[in-house]
C-alpha cells in the first residue's frame, strides 16, 4: 500500500473543536447503515474539502476505521494544502481501470485513516463515476472501514456529487453564512432529492460568532450555560434562560 504522509492539519480552536466532535457525533447517532458519506455544497469554496478532511480525522480519532476518498478530480487541493507526501496513484487511476483498488489506497500517519487521492485530472471525470468500478470501491470499502468519507465538487457547477451521492448513504451540505442565497441552497437541496440522494443535514459553514450577533449570542447563551452557571463561581443549581 502507498503511505502518505500528512503533516500539516488544521490548527483547530476550541470552539472548531467542538463543532466537529458535535458533526461526529450527530453522524455516529444517524445509525449503523449511515457509512458512507459525501460531503458538497452548492458554490465552489464554501468549505467541503475542510470540512470533509477534519471530520475523517475526527473519527479517525474516536478510534473508528475511516477512508477519506477525494472524489473532487477536477480540483484536488489536498495535497498543497495538507503538505502531504505525494501518492503514485489516485482515484482516476483506479476508475479508469489504469490501477487496481489495493494499488491506489494510502495509509497515513494519523492512526486508522486511509486516503484515496483524486490522482491526476481525467477527461471525463463524471463518466468515470458512474461506471462500475467506483460502486465496487464503495462495496469493498464498506466491508473494511466504519466511514467512508467522500468530498466531492459543488452540486451547482457539475453533476459528479449527484453521480457520488447516489452510491452513498447519506450527503451532508455545507452552507457558508451569507455566502449562499436561501434559493440557491434550496434549489441544489430539490437537485440532489429528485436524484434520490438522501441528504442526512446541512453544516453551516463560515459563521462569524463575533460579527454574526444571531449566531453569536446564541452561543454566549449556550457558553454561559454550561461553563457558567454549572461550573463557575456563580453556580446556583438552576438552568439560566
Ligand atoms: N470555517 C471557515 N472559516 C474560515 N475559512 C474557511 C472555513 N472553512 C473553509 N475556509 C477556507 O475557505 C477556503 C475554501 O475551503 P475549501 O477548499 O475547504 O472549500 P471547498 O468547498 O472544498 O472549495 P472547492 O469548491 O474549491 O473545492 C479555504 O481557503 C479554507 O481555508
Ligand atoms: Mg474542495
Known amino acids: 500500500m502507498q503511505m502518505i504522509e500528512i503533516s500539516k492539519t488544521d490548527q483547530l480552536d476550541y470552539q472548531t473543536n467542538e463543532a466537529y466532535k458535535s458533526l461526529r457525533t450527530n453522524i455516529q447517532f444517524s445509525g449503523e447503515d449511515m457509512k458512507v458519506i459525501a460531503i458538497t455544497s452548492c458554490m465552489p469554496n464554501?468549505?467541503?474539502s475542510s470540512i470533509s478532511m477534519n471530520l475523517a480525522l475526527s473519527?479517525?480519532?474516536?478510534s473508528k476505521r475511516v477512508l477519506y476518498i477525494d472524489a473532487d478530480m477536477r480540483k484536488s487541493v489536498l495535497v498543497g494544502r495538507y503538505k502531504m507526501s505525494h501518492a503514485n496513484f489516485g482515484l482516476s487511476h483506479y476508475l479508469s481501470g489504469q490501477q487496481k483498488l489495493e494499488d491506489v489506497l494510502a495509509q497515513t500517519n494519523v492512526n486508522r485513516l486511509n486516503m484515496i487521492v483524486a490522482g491526476p485530472i481525467p477527461p471525463n471525470p463524471s463518466e468515470l463515476l458512474v461506471g462500475k468500478r467506483f460502486a465496487e470501491l464503495i462495496r469493498a470499502a464498506k466491508a473494511t472501514y466504519d466511514y467512508i468519507i467522500i468530498d466531492t465538487p459543488p452540486v451547482g457547477a457539475i453533476i459528479?456529487?449527484?453521480?457520488?451521492?447516489?452510491q452513498c448513504d447519506g450527503i451532508a451540505m455545507v452552507i457558508a453564512a451569507d455566502e449562499v442565497s436561501y434559493k440557491f441552497a434550496q434549489?441544489?437541496?430539490?437537485?440532489?432529492?429528485?436524484?434520490?440522494?438522501?441528504?442526512?443535514?446541512?453544516?453551516?459553514?463560515?459563521?462569524?460568532?463575533?460579527?454574526?450577533?444571531?449566531?453569536?449570542?446564541?452561543?454566549d447563551k449556550y457558553y454561559k450555560r454550561y461553563y457558567g452557571s454549572y461550573y463557575g463561581a456563580g453556580y446556583s443549581g438552576k438552568e439560566e434562560e
Open 59 to 62: 473519527l479517525a480519532e474516536a
Open 46 to 48: 464554501e468549505g467541503k
Open 187 to 219: 434549489k441544489a437541496k430539490a437537485q440532489l432529492e429528485v436524484a434520490g440522494c438522501k441528504i442526512i443535514g446541512a453544516i453551516l459553514n463560515k459563521v462569524d460568532m463575533r460579527r454574526n450577533s444571531r449566531y453569536g449570542r446564541k452561543y
Open 160 to 166: 459528479d456529487s449527484v453521480i457520488v451521492a447516489k
